[in-house]
């Protein structure tokens, strides 16, 4: 089945810019979608499709594609930001079903 | 607006099964979108494990198809996740979720999305020797 690749872990100093890219090839078939997840509490979606951001979510976060790789950047990370940010996609090698990246820890300094 | 809520046992003996509900409000279950679990493991990211859409068979993770089985129960608004043959390996938390799908077309060409936009809040399952 496919995969979505996640950088681990990533930082950023407050108030600047932070990429946080998912890669893999069924990403060239379906938008990503991006979830947030803060200890304790259950994902939140944040960023989906090609320019959908749920209401309530900040307009900091954004997200874009190229080729096979999806990216959510957010503009002007805030304290609150801090959390573990997951793509999903769906599968286009086996089962066609979900399928989640393995998650970024976003840093805020 | 839709909510999900998990329930079922917390506790649950190595070998034998695992069940849990999650119960849907604001929206009828036939509405024409996918219900879907995911799991977390302790630590550890996010897993899917399988969706059902209303009057079509379910789609399960290929690790765990031979031990899974999602249903939907019309009546009562809600639907079930069961998994057999438990270990320490499927301790985790479970969440139910709304998985819907959208469309961004242009020039007749469509590329599609899908995206959970309602959590339960999770059901945590340890399964004990």
């Known amino acids: 089945s496919s995969e979505l690749t996640q950088d681990p872990a990533v930082s950023v100093a407050l108030g600047q810019t932070v990429r946080i890219t998912c890669q893999g090839a069924?990403?060239?078939?379906?938008?990503a979608t991006w979830y947030q997840q803060k200890p304790g509490q259950a994902p939140v979606l944040v960023f989906y499709g090609r320019d959908n951001r749920p209401s309530g979510v900040p307009d900091r976060f954004s997200g874009s594609r190229s080729g096979d790789t999806a990216s959510l950047t957010i503009t002007g990370a805030q304290a609150e930001d801090e959390a573990d940010y997951y793509c999903?996609?769906?599968?286009?090698?086996?089962?066609?079903?979900?399928?989640f990246g393995g998650g970024t820890k976003l840093t805020v300094l | 607006q839709v909510q999900l809520q998990e329930s079922g046992p917390g506790l649950v003996k190595s070998s034998g099964t695992l069940s849990l509900t999650c119960a849907v409000s604001g929206v009828s279950i036939s509405s024409g979108d996918w219900w879907t679990w995911v799991r977390q493991s302790p630590g550890k990211g996010l897993e899917w494990i399988g969706e059902?859409?209303?009057?079509?068979?379910?789609t399960y993770d290929p690790s765990l198809k031979s031990r899974v089985s999602i249903s939907i129960d019309k009546p009562k608004n809600q639907f079930s996740l069961i998994l057999n043959s438990v270990t320490a390996a499927d301790t985790a938390i479970y969440y139910c979720?709304?998985?819907?799908?959208?469309?961004?077309?242009?020039?007749?060409?469509?590329?599609?999305?899908?995206?959970?936009?309602?959590w339960g809040t999770g059901s945590t399952v340890t399964v004990s020797s």
């Open positions: 999903n996609s769906r599968d286009t090698s086996g089962h066609h079903g979900v399928i």
């Open positions: 059902i859409f209303h009057g079509e068979s379910p």
């Open positions: 069924s990403l060239t078939t379906y938008y």
């Open positions: 979720a709304h998985l819907r799908r959208g469309s961004h077309c242009s020039r007749a060409t469509c590329t599609y999305y899908y995206y959970m936009d309602v």
